[in-house]
Every structure is written in structure tokens, then in C-alpha cells.
């Protein structure tokens, strides 16, 4: 079975930009979640996707922004990037039917802001 | 207060030390991941539980629900497993993760 890869690895942009990062999530998995981790933090919640509907949000502005595809592979979208978006951007995806069987995550996407 | 606490922040310890990675949560949960991180960002998951222990290979993991707390224990520690360890609690109506901040562990030779 495949795991989750997240493309690209690493990005520098310029502040007010925009930009999409994209994950291919697990065979068989049907949702895709979407972390923010800043250095030394901990994960933060940005949203959740499942069966192309975004059913859960963290507490993010609407420039956050995602999309789910009906293969389940998802992008998160970016708009107007400020300093304090540089981080770690993880995805994980996970079959959220009547089995819950955890959760596989990507290696990240390392996003710098300058 | 964070919803999920973790205990140490950072840990250094010697090889061939017991290892105890604490994590305490103040909401209602569906299940709680122990997660590895290492350098380069990528996460593994160690374990996933909903009640009592679980064991694999040096490494086990026990929750007390009543008690909203689950501890990692790294029996015979040795410097590959330097890492970050991340507690996450499934909670929450979309049963989103909410992790905690994590522990630095380093084991020296």
C-alpha cells in the first residue's frame, strides 16, 4: 500500500503571495487533514477534508484554503502569505467510516516566507 | 491551558536508561496517537489506543481514560530513538487530532 506524499518538500515565497501544496493521501483512505507546525510547536489544525466536503476547521483565516479531490488527494491553498505562515505544513489521511485506523502522515512541506 | 500537556518538554538521557514520556488531556477523546517525529519532519506513528497498554518492540504505551492520561515508556533507550514525541488526542465533532507540544528526547552513548 502507498503512504501520504506531500509535494513539495521544501518552498520559499515572498510575502503577499500565494501557494498551493499538495498531498496524495493513503489507498483506501477517504480523509485528508491538514496541520500547521511552527517551530518548536506542536501540529495546529487547519482543516479537514472528507469525500471531497471540508468538515472541520481550526482556527485559521479563510486564506487558508483546501480542496479534495474525488481520487481523495487534497491541496491547501495559501492567498496572501504572511511571515508567520512559514512552517511545517503536514497532511494525514485517514478511512473515517464506521473503522477508525488511525491516522498516516507525510514527511511535510517546510514552507519559508520572506 | 492547552487541551493535550506533555511532560518533559526536553529529556536527555544516558543509553540504557528507562524512559517516561507523560501526557495528560482535559476533553473527551475517541482515541490518542503517541507519534514520532524526527529532524527532517516526517511523522511516524508509534501507537494508537483507546483503553489500557499496548507493547511493541521496546516501546509501550498505556492510557488511564478516568484519569485522561497516557504515558510512553522506552525500555533499554538507545541514541536512535532521538527524536520528538508527540502525544495527539482524537476529539472533537470533525474527530480532528489536537496535539501536544511534544517532548525532545535525546539519548547520548
Known amino acids: 500500500e502507498t503512504g501520504v506524499t506531500q509535494s513539495p518538500t521544501h518552498l520559499i515565497k515572498t510575502r503577499g503571495q500565494q501557494v498551493t501544496l499538495r498531498c496524495s493521501s493513503q489507498?483506501?483512505?477517504?480523509?485528508v487533514s491538514w496541520y500547521q507546525q511552527a517551530l518548536g510547536q506542536g501540529p495546529q489544525f487547519i482543516f479537514q477534508y472528507y469525500r471531497e466536503e471540508e468538515n472541520g476547521r481550526g482556527n485559521f483565516p479563510p486564506r487558508f484554503s483546501g480542496l479534495q479531490f474525488p481520487n481523495y488527494s487534497s491541496e491547501l491553498n495559501v492567498n496572501a502569505l504572511e511571515l508567520d505562515d512559514s512552517a511545517l505544513y503536514l497532511c494525514a489521511s485517514s478511512f473515517s467510516d464506521r473503522v477508525y485506523s488511525g491516522y498516516t502522515f507525510g514527511s511535510g512541506t517546510r514552507l519559508t516566507v520572506v | 491551558k492547552n487541551e493535550v500537556e506533555q511532560s518533559p518538554q526536553n529529556l536527555t538521557a544516558q543509553e540504557g536508561e528507562f524512559i517516561t514520556i507523560n501526557c495528560s488531556y482535559s476533553?473527551?477523546?475517541?482515541?490518542l496517537h503517541w507519534l514520532q517525529q524526527h529532524p527532517g519532519g516526517g511523522i511516524v506513528s508509534l501507537f494508537m489506543l483507546s483503553s489500557g497498554k499496548k507493547k511493541h518492540g521496546r516501546l509501550i504505551a498505556t492510557i488511564n481514560i478516568q484519569e485522561k492520561h497516557s504515558s510512553l515508556h522506552i525500555t533499554a533507550s538507545h541514541p536512535r530513538d532521538s527524536a520528538v514525541y508527540i502525544c495527539a488526542v482524537r476529539s472533537g465533532g470533525a474527530q480532528k487530532l489536537v496535539f501536544g507540544q511534544g517532548t525532545r528526547l535525546t539519548i547520548n552513548p
Open positions: 489507498s483506501g483512505h477517504n480523509t
Open positions: 476533553v473527551g477523546i475517541s482515541a
